[in-house]
C-alpha cells in the first residue's frame, strides 16, 4: 500500500533516496521481521525538548573498571527468558562452576584465559563468543584479567538459518572452535568444590577427585565458541540491511545479534549509511559496545551499553549523518540482544546508569 503527500513524496526502496530535507522512519513489527511502513517526516522523530517519565533511552558507561564489578558479574537487565550480566575476572576462582538454571553465553570483551569443562578446555582470547549449555560443569583460569558480557538464557542458544544465503554465510562451521575431552588440569588437590545455581541460589558440592573427568565425548550438545571477528557480515551497497540481518545466536524471545567492520553503503546510490530512525514497538534493545568507532553515536565509549526499551524512538545522533557521509566504511564492534519481552532493571543498572543520555540527542 502506497500513501504519498500531494508534494510527491516517493521513494520506491526503503532507506533509499530519502527526499532531502525529510527524515524517514522504520515503524515496524517483531523486530524487523514482521510487517513494516515507512513514514518520511519533517523533523527527526529523535528531537525531542523534554522527556518525563520512565521511558526513554539509557545507558551504562564502560564499568569494568568499578570496585562493584571486580572478580564478579554484576546482573544490569533481565526478564523471564534472560539475564544480562557485566563482570570481571582477575583471578582463577577457587571452585568449579555448574548453571542448573540458565544456558550462558560469555562475550570476552578483553583479556585472556580459558575455560576448562567437561567437554575439554576452550581458550579464551578477546573477541570470543563462549557458549554453555545448562548443567556444564566449568572452571576459569586467568591468564590477563578478563573483561566480560555474560547473557544467561532459560532456553539454548541456537545458529540461525542461513536461507537463501547457503550454509557457508556468516561464518563457516569451521570457524567455530570445538573442545576435544580433556582432563581439568587440577589434579592431587585434596577438596574440588562446585557452586551449582539453582533456583537462584549457590549450593557446593565438594568432589576428592577433579570432576572434570571426561576421556571422551559424543554427540551434538557441548560447550563451543566462535569469535566476533571471524563473522561475516551481509552486506549490500544499494540497501542498508536492518539489525535482524546481523542475528548471531537465536534464543526464546530474543536475538543476539553482531554488528562488525564492514564497508558502508555507496553514496552515489543514495543509500542511508546510518540506522534508520525506529521505535521498539515489539522489542527491547540492548547495544554493547566492543570496539571500534561507534559512527552513530556521540561520546560513547568501548565497554558501554545501551538500553532503549520499547515505544521510544531511537536512531542515529545529530552528527552521525555528516560522518557517515564522510566515510566509506565503518570499524565499529558491538553486540546488540534484542528481547520479545520486557527487560528490567536492576538497582545496580540505576546507581551506575548516565541520566543525561537520553538528552544526547538533544545536541547540535
Not at 582470547?125 to 566449568?138: A, C, F, H, L, Q
Not at 544467561?152 to 538459518?161: C, N, T, Y
Not at 545479534?257 to 540492548?286: M, Q, W
Amino acid at each position: 500500500m502506497e500513501n504519498f503527500l500531494a508534494s510527491g513524496v516517493y521513494t520506491k526502496q526503503a532507506h533509499v533516496k530519502i527526499p532531502e530535507g525529510l527524515f524517514e522512519e522504520e515503524h515496524g513489527r517483531k523486530g524487523f521481521f514482521g510487517r513494516v511502513s515507512h513514514l518520511y517526516h519533517q523533523h527527526k522523530p529523535t528531537d525531542w525538548s523534554n522527556i518525563v517519565g520512565d521511558l526513554k533511552p539509557r545507558n551504562l558507561p564502560p564499568l569494568f573498571e568499578e570496585k562493584a564489578l571486580q572478580n564478579r558479574f554484576v546482573k544490569m537487565l533481565h526478564n523471564n527468558d534472560l539475564e544480562v550480566y557485566l563482570g570481571t575476572l582477575a583471578e582463577t576462582p577457587q571452585s568449579f562452576f555448574r548453571n542448573a538454571d540458565f544456558d550462558e553465553l560469555f562475550f570476552i570483551h578483553d583479556g585472556e584465559g580459558r575455560m576448562e569443562t567437561i567437554y575439554g578446555h576452550i581458550p579464551l582470547k578477546k573477541g570470543d563468543y563462549v557458549i554453555v549449555p545448562r548443567g556444564t560443569t566449568y572452571k576459569t583460569f586467568v591468564s590477563t584479567p578478563l573483561k566480560i558480557l555474560k547473557v544467561e538464557s532459560r532456553s539454548e542458544f541456537e545458529e540461525p538459518s542461513r536461507g537463501i544465503l547457503g550454509p557457508n554465510a556468516l561464518y563457516d562451521q569451521t570457524a567455530k572452535f570445538v573442545p576435544e575431552a580433556a582432563l581439568g588440569s587440577e589434579q592431587n588437590l585434596r577438596d574440588y568444590p562446585v557452586d551449582v545455581k539453582h533456583r537462584g541460589a549457590l549450593t557446593r558440592v565438594t568432589y576428592p577427585f577433579n570432576p572434570l573427568d571426561c576421556l571422551g565425548w559424543k554427540g551434538s550438545l557441548y560447550a563451543w565458541k566462535i569469535s566476533i571477528y571471524d563473522y561475516c557480515p551481509i552486506n549490500s551497497h544499494r540497501y542498508h540491511i536492518p539489525p535482524s540481518g546481523h542475528t548471531m545466536f537465536v534464543a526464546q524471545n530474543f536475538v543476539v545479534c553482531s554488528f562488525v567492520a564492514r564497508p558502508l553503503e555507496h553514496t552515489s546510490e543514495g543509500v542511508l549509511k546510518v540506522p534508520f530512525f525506529h521505535s521498539n514497538i515489539d522489542y527491547d534493545e540492548i547495544l554493547f559496545y566492543h570496539q571500534g568507532n561507534f559512527f552513530s553515536r556521540d561520546n560513547i565509549d568501548a565497554g558501554a551499553l545501551t538500553f532503549h526499551p520499547r515505544g521510544v524512538h531511537h536512531g542515529p545522533h545529530p552528527k552521525a549523518f555528516k560522518k557517515a557521509n564522510e566515510n566509506e566504511f565503518t570499524d565499529e564492534f558491538a553486540v546488540m540482544i534484542d528481547a520479545r519481552n520486557d527487560l528490567q532493571r536492576t538497582k545496580e543498572f540505576e546507581a551506575f546508569e548516565n541520566t543525561e543520555y537520553w538528552k544526547s540527542w538533544m545536541a547540535t
